[in-house]
């Protein structure tokens, strides 16, 4: 038995392989698709291109732009629900310009039909707001963020400190109107050796949800483990600690950058992660991989 008690917060993870508490629950994901935004190259490839800052899609051609998914993630294991990031929100398809301003919508450009934002999405599954457990924030990009003007009054909303300050400050990347009225937790970080920067937070304290500090697309980024039985698989959850397959196995940059050397190495994390014969899959958000529906694990 575990014994660490149920409903305790913040506590340090298991250590070891584990990250498990005792055999609880088996593990859900459903992945719900709010959209796609039609983005430069640069942005899940700085690579792509030659400019730094051409992940904004600046001085190119529009019809050079790509299409990514944006899927939230609905995490239910051990008798928890927890909705990793929240998407677009459906004020996104109805109107987009004002919902984003000006610079982020010309950087994301959102394609998102009506009823596609996350609230009638969740409602479709017959999930209500205050069903949830926690919307955990992996970062506060609006593409991540914009769904959550749909929860206002969820009982419990995490991010990083690190995000959370950054977010309060002058960086045009935060649009602090999506989470107006929302009392942003920051999540309690504990030591843990297995983090790629010794970060990490055990949610619920049973060792079921636990957050982990990947900095370097942003400056508090996190990714979530999410484990159901002790013996049985992990999922791991990225938002944009990599866009796909090559984002880890070749630690390609993405375009959007807090710091460089902190992305290569939260990417190497999310590679070696990848590599263990428990995990039974990496679901990133903008992952053309992982279409939308649910994952029994
Ligand atoms: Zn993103």
Redesign the pocket.
Known sequence: MDERKEGQRGHAPADGAGMAAGDVAGLRVPAIQTGSPRVSPAVPDRGARRWGKAYTGLFQARGSRIEVP?KAFLVEVGGHRVLVDAGWSERCAAHPLRHLGFALWFASEPLLAPGEGIGPQLERLGVAPRDLDAIVMT?L?C??ASGLVDFAGAPRVVASGAEIERSEGRDVRYRRAFWEGVDLEAARLSEYGAAPFGRACDLFGDGTVTLVLTPGHTAGSMCVVARGRRSGPFALLV??TGYNAASWDELRLPGPLFDADQMRRSLAWVRDMRSRPDCAGVFA??DPAVGPGRYDL
């Open positions: 944006v970062h990009d593409d991540h938002g944009d958000a903008h």
